[in-house]
């Protein structure tokens, strides 16, 4: 008996090709109905006999497209209506915008081969997108996701474009993003004064080439933001860059034209392969070889490591498939602030870095930097969530009925925020104490509450109330007449963990182990060494890294002497004395018998043994430091290391002791190489050993310390031998942008 039947299918099913996947499945088996977008994802109405629903369902469940994610799936009979065909209907919304948004893609293999096929009329299109590839969530104005709601609404497709978008048989039939060059985005070549050198998309094109050949800076205009490019084995062009950008040693990315080019010069494993490849197409931090036609030192100074990606969009490819040779490409911004995206802004804020401008006539609604990844072994470890990544959907165990905005911290800020059943995870926005940041970061809280039609009605803020993610949460919650709440910033580290893996609901304890750099701590001390209990919805406090003495405010953070200084005894604190003028060694001498202000961060006591080990005593870029620590212990042979606590008993972890060990050792000759291992190990053992003292077989690693990718592997490898269960951030940063995902956990499930 034919009856009709609604399917609802929710998840990441706009802007995937779903609509069109489901029009070819229905005519392959001939059934007669609709399909729309709608406030919640995809909606199906088709009429069919039991049979047949259950076929057609097993068929969308088991071929879906490869970049949809399907999270339910509801099947009921509807009003018995009469169809005539399948069609494609408008999108019709009802009600407020339940839908994960759908991330930027990277350009797919079959669009790489139309850009070089001249016989095909996409051919050299720097924007040539399908179903399955190019931005979607840097363009989006609004939801459902259609061509109308995204930035190509002003651009009118060609008969041409128009015939495949209605060809059922075409790769592109319903592709909102599709254009070509007779209708599409437009690109053009300025000088740095804005005088037009060329609008001409193949001369724009191999210009760049030209110019890259000559040691120039080119500003690039992608589809998620402004890069900063230039020739990547031209050392010269790089000290030019640095200088221009104020950047003397952060390293840059570096942009290969493919993987075969990477393998040259890298030793890739499967998993690095993998996530280059990736519809993500991150920044894939690899250990450097002798191969390398780069400048390895000109491009990350004194480390063994480089950041290396694959073009992301048509654009970056046509440009890869000109220069056929590494470039740099990195952020296109002024040290501190935010990715630039317009190009008026660019104009006049990238002038003094660039020689010339590539900008195009596609406006980005949602500029995002490039995500960053490393892996510890087959654990990938996310730098930096943004484009491809954000604004991920996370399956979270969400209980509230009404909409909540979290706040996230102050450094490396993000917004986490729930207007109906789904979470959103903004991309990450950066450093609030520069203006350009807190601008871009109120400027997508605004766009958030716009896009879903809602007004929280709780706002999360850190218990800090100096961050201007505090300050502005509480100006919002005065603004829609919220409930605030303020949370523990290590605290919504722990909860960041125990909501992606949905461990909650347990009365088994697990492990809280959160390290970084800073944190107001419920005793009003910085903390950033923690141990934590969580059992039954309550986390406490259980030890933490012996408290050492916190000096000068934030240069704390910016000279790792500091802490260095702050930790050695008087018999060791002699040896450094050297690291300091008469005057500041009298100063701090001075400050520290009065001082008051305690830290137990972890983040300080890498920065402390980079300092010890002669590796970095001013951080010129954050967490230089560590990345130096981190990088030195990698050299080592990894045969004979010292663990420094191995005949010391302690109820909170001795930093002091640890640190004068570490120099002592250095002083007696060990190499530094052996000793940053070492260091770390101790670490990662002190771990193992409060969780057998504790009897607790179930750990939970969070902070950014935990970005530590020789910290991670080490800890892996010990934690399996001692059979203990590790969790660690997999869809989050483990550092502060998972901060609002954890603020948003700890306000749903934690009842202290």
């Given amino acids: ?43 199906i109405y088709c009429n069919a006999s039991k049979e047949d629903i259950d076929k057609f369902s097993k068929d969308i469940l088991q071929n879906k497209p490869e970049i ?82 995204t930035s190509l609404s002003g651009f009118d497709m060609c008969e041409a474009c128009h015939a495949e978008y209605a060809n059922p048989n075409d790769r592109r039939f319903h592709s909102q993003t599709n254009s070509c060059d ?43 933001g402004y890069l900063l490019c230039c020739d990547a084995s ?17 390293p840059f990315a570096v942009l290969y034209p493919s993987v075969k080019t990477v393998k040259k010069e890298f030793q890739l494993s499967s998993h690095e392969e993998e996530s280059l490849r990736s519809r993500v197409s991150p920044i894939v931090i690899l250990q450097n070889t002798k191969n390398t036609s780069i400048s390895v030192s000109a491009i990350a100074p004194y480390l063994n490591q480089t950041g290396v990606m694959l073009p992301s969009s048509a654009l970056l490819q046509l440009i890869m498939q000109e220069i056929k040779q590494p470039i740099v490409a990195t952020s296109g911004n002024i040290h501190g602030s935010p990715i630039i995206s317009e190009e008026k802004e660019a104009n006049t804020h990238l002038k003094n870095i660039a020689d010339c401008f590539l900008h195009h006539n596609l406006d980005i609604q949602f500029p995002q930097d490039d995500s960053v990844v490393k892996f510890a072994g087959n654990i990938e470890l996310i730098y930096r969530r943004s484009r491809g990544l954000a604004p991920n959907y996370i399956d979270a165990n969400v209980k509230s009925t009404e909409p909540v905005l979290a706040m996230g911290a102050h450094l490396k800020s993000t917004i986490t925020y729930v207007p109906n059943t789904q979470t959103y995870v903004s991309q990450y926005l950066g450093n609030l ?18 896009l879903f039609e809602t007004q929280p009605k709780t706002i999360l803020i850190d218990k800090h109330s100096q961050y201007q993610s505090s300050v502005l949460g509480y100006e919002l919650a005065s603004k829609y007449n919220a409930a605030i709440q303020e949370v523990q910033h290590h605290k ?13 609901d347990t009365n088994k304890k697990i492990l809280g182990v959160i390290w970084d750099g800073t ?38 953070a910016k000279e790792s002497r500091l802490p260095l200084f702050s930790l050695l005894d008087d018999e060791m604190k002699p040896f450094i004395k050297d690291k300091f003028t008469e005057t500041e060694w009298k100063v701090y001498s001075k400050t520290i018998k009065t001082n008051n202000l305690k830290t137990s961060s972890v983040g300080r006591l ?115 031998k001692d059979k203990i269960n590790l969790k660690l951030n997999r869809k989050l940063s483990a550092n502060d942008e998972n901060i609002s995902f954890g603020q948003l956990m700890y306000h749903q499930h934690i009842k202290n």
């Fill in 492 to 504: 919504a580290h722990f909860t960041s963990v125990l909501g992606e893996h949905d461990a909650f």
């Fill in 606 to 720: 890498f920065d402390a043994a980079a300092s010890a080990l002669g590796l970095v005593d001013i951080n010129t870029f954050e967490a230089e430091a560590a990345m130096r620590l981190e990088d030195c212990a990698n050299t080592y042979s990894k045969s004979y290391y010292i663990d420094f606590l191995h005949d010391k008993t302690y109820d909170e972890i001795p930093s002091k002791y640890i640190l004068n060990k570490l120099v002592k050792a250095y002083r007696e000759g060990f190499c530094k190489e052996r000793l940053a291992y070492s260091f770390i190990y101790t670490l990662a053992k002190s771990i193992i050993r409060i969780a057998k003292k504790t009897q607790i077989n179930t750990i939970a690693c969070s902070g950014g310390v935990f970005q530590n990718a020789l910290l991670v592997s080490i800890l892996s490898q010990v934690a399996r």
């Fill in 68 to 149: 949809a994610i399907i999270t339910s799936y509801k099947i009921v009979e509807s009003t018995f209506t009469k169809f005539d065909g399948f069609t494609i209907i408008p999108s019709k919304t009802q009600a407020q915008i339940n839908v994960p948004l759908t991330p930027d893609f990277a350009v797919c293999e079959s669009c790489k081969t139309e850009l070089s096929d001249s016989k095909n009329r996409r051919y050299n299109y720097p924007f040539t997108t399908c179903v399955q590839c190019g931005p979607r969530y840097a363009i989006t104005t609004k939801f459902p996701f259609e061509r109308a709601n």
């Fill in 234 to 250: 031209n050392p010269e062009a790089i000290k030019k860059l640095r200088e221009r950008k104020k950047r003397p040693n952060k």
């Fill in 433 to 450: 104490d520069n203006y350009d940041v807190l601008k871009r970061y109120e400027t997508t809280i605004e766009r958030y509450i716009n």
């Fill in 182 to 224: 007779s209708c599409g985005v437009q690109l053009k070549l300025v000088t740095n004064v804005e005088e037009t050198i060329t609008k001409n998309q193949i001369e724009c094109i191999s210009t760049i080439g030209q110019y890259v050949s000559e040691g120039k800076i080119i500003a690039i205009k992608n589809t998620n």
């Fill in 1 to 43: 008996m034919i009856k009709t039947f609604k399917i609802q299918i929710n998840g990441r099913v706009q802007g995937v090709g779903f609509r069109p996947f489901i029009f070819n499945l229905a005519k392959n088996n001939q059934l007669e109905g609709t399909v729309s977008n709608n406030e919640k994802g995809v909606i």
């Fill in 519 to 556: 944190g107001l701590g419920d005793d009003s001390q910085i903390w950033g060494g923690e141990f934590f209990i969580y059992k039954n919805y309550k986390i406490e406090r259980l030890t933490h890294f012996e408290y050492f003495d916190w000096l000068a405010n934030d240069k704390m």
